[in-house]
């Protein structure tokens, strides 16, 4: 029933369509849903999620809503092509790409973002040149980078979705990104 909690397209098109993610800090023990907007239809609890990924953390019944172990920064994946309904909740990933970050190479170590599960955030390592900054969110159900890629303007993340190149964001060499997904907000500093 949040904007904030809205669920994110895939760019790109074609067998993209259909795959959607979030990052967002979920609570130990606390149970949770998947819905279209206003609980409407779709409205998947656990017992209507027909395949969990096999490498997402434990996902269980906690009165017919889903609920993981540890408290934490995720990322969840919902593919619902071919008539399924497949959940992955893995911890997040998100890289910087580009001339800020050193290149143009995917899910480069050095370019991954730490998480500060105190202050349920992400944080970027320092931008290594000036340029135009950008991310994305990293799982093994999203093709290629480009496909779930966002970015901070202002103080406010927006999504690519299934829209083409989001418009150019500078960065100068030495400042980091920080993101907090649960309210969509972010700063670079």
Excluded: C
């Excluded at 907007?37 to 990924?53: C, K, R, S």
């Excluded at 969509?184 to 500093?189: F, R, V």
């Amino acid at each position: 029933t949040k904007a904030a909690a809205e669920m994110h397209k895939l760019a790109g098109g074609g067998n993209n369509i259909g795959i959607f993610w979030k990052i967002l800090h979920l609570e130990a023990g606390k149970g949770f849903k998947l819905s279209n907007a206003n609980w409407g239809n779709t409205n998947l609890g656990f017992g209507e999620i027909t395949e969990f990924d096999p490498n997402s953390v434990t996902v269980t019944d906690n009165g017919g809503n889903l609920s993981i172990a540890t408290s934490g920064i995720y990322t969840i994946v919902l593919d619902l092509r071919n008539k399924t309904k497949k959940l992955s909740v893995v911890p997040a990933k998100v890289y910087g790409m580009g001339d800020t970050f050193g290149g143009w190479d995917k899910d480069v170590a050095a370019n991954l973002f730490t998480a500060d599960q105190a202050n349920k955030v992400l944080i970027s390592p320092a931008l290594s040149a000036s340029g135009n900054v950008r991310m994305y969110v990293s799982h093994s159900w999203i093709p290629d980078w480009w496909n779930s890629e966002f970015n901070v303007f202002g103080t406010n993340i927006e999504y690519r979705n299934d829209g083409g190149d989001q418009a150019a964001v500078p960065g100068t060499a030495g400042q980091k990104v920080t993101l907090h997904f649960d309210d969509n907000t972010g700063s670079i500093k």
